[in-house]
Structure formats: C-alpha cells, structure tokens
C-alpha cells in the first residue's frame, strides 16, 4: 500500500512558527496570542501536529530504506494512517530506546509508536492504544518435520536461543537442551543446518524472515496460547488522545487498512 507522508521537517516547523508570530505581531502590535494551545483538545506537544518517537533502526516496524531513505516501516506507517484519520500532521522524532520513555515523559512526543508491548508494570505508568500488533510464540522447525507439534515434544530435543531471550527460559521450561546463539539468524543457520531441531520465537520474526526470503524450508510447528501485544503508548494525562486514537484504529481495522499494511510487511495480518 503506498501512503503519501505527511511528515513536517523541524526546520519546517520553526520556519512556519516564525512566520506566524511575525504576522501576529504586525497585525496586533501585541505577542502572538495561545489561541492554538486553547483549541489542541488532545493537548498535542505541537497543535494540529501528532508528534511520535520512534527507533528509526527497527526493521521492519521503523527503519530507514537502504539505510538512508525515507523514515518507513509498518509501525511509521500505523502512525501516519491514525494521524490522517484525526486530520493531523504527524512529525517523527527518531530516539534510541534506551530514552524513549524518558522523552515521553519529559513532554518531547505525544506517543511512540516502536512495537511496545504492554505488560503490567508498564500499565502502571502508561496508557495505551488497542493493540495494533499481535504476536505469539512460535517453535519455528525444517518443513516437514512431524516430531514437533507441541512444546511439550521439545522434552529431550535442541533448539537454539539466545541466552538473554524470554524464549530461552520457554525452551528449559519446555525440557529442551539449548544451544546458545547470538540471535535469530544464528538460530536460523543451526535449524537449516540440522544441527539443532528447532528455535523459538515471536511470529513476528518469522513472519518477516519469511517475507523478505521467501521460501525458507522453514515452518511454524506450535504457536503459544498468550500472544505479545503492542501499541501506541501514552503518558497517563493522555485519556482523550488515546479514545481519539483507539476510534481511528478501530475504523482502520474495519477498512481493512491494518490487515494491508501487515501483508505488506509481514506477508500476513497481524493486527488481530
């Protein structure tokens, strides 16, 4: 699906604020009034403008094409979709994770939009969206293997993790003998190369292995019964935001935007 950005560049915004306050002062002799602040019912870092935080360097979610493109990806483009259905702009402020909530906090974006999912700790400090991203646990095997439909089948077999995974404690939880791998595509390397039976991980990794490889030889032997969920994130002042946006998900769901946008990335829906 292609999707006109409706980005607005920093310098942009500064040169159009500049030239508003100029004309406010000409035509009053006074300082530029707040009428802007009164009239953003969302209370928007920048009026008429959803501000969003996101990694920039998250593929496939957020992430630059080429590595120098234009910002894209199926988190940026839920983003854009929500914005254009409230009639905002949207400006993307790209923030490494390690202080993404911290610039949420401090009033920097209004939400971030980088695959958060929603746990209990973090519903003691956020709010969120409805999630827009569903993902179970997946035990990932060589096409055609039978000997694993289950997570209790890996009792006895290997499967590769890495050892700072919440994967890895499924897979010893599980009973299976793990080989410790840096991540995913070392995981991928061992299962293709039959030296492990088989690797855990969220759908979402797969999906995307497979979107972008093609056919893997790969194939999903399991899913868990408690998916991952994720979604936009809010600081708590936000309620009226967060029904605003919760409504333009709602209608992008129905209109069948969500399920194109995760065929385009993922080669299948992945909102529900």
Known sequence: MSRAPRVRTLLGLAAASVAVVALAACSSGAPASSDAAADNE????KAGTLTVATEGTYRPFSFHEDGSGDLTGYDVEVAEAVADKLGLEIEF????????????HAGRFDVIA????????????????EPYTVSPGVIVVKEGDTSISSFDDLAGKTTAQSLTSNWYTLAQESGANVEAV??????VALLEQGRVDATINDKLTYLDYVNTNGQSGLEVAAETDDPSLSAL?????????????DE???ELRAEGVLAELGEKYFGADVSE
């Open 233 to 245: 994130t809010f600081t708590k002042d936000k309620k009226d935001l967060v029904a605003a946006i």
């Open 248 to 250: 333009a998900l709602a």
């Open 114 to 129: 980088n695959q958060v999912s929603i746990n209990p700790e973090r519903e003691e400090q956020y709010l969120f969206s």
């Open 42 to 45: 969302f209370g928007l870092v």
């Open 182 to 187: 840096e991540g995913w595509a070392q995981a």
């Open 93 to 104: 402020q790209e923030t490494q994770w390690d202080a993404i909530f911290a610039g949420l």
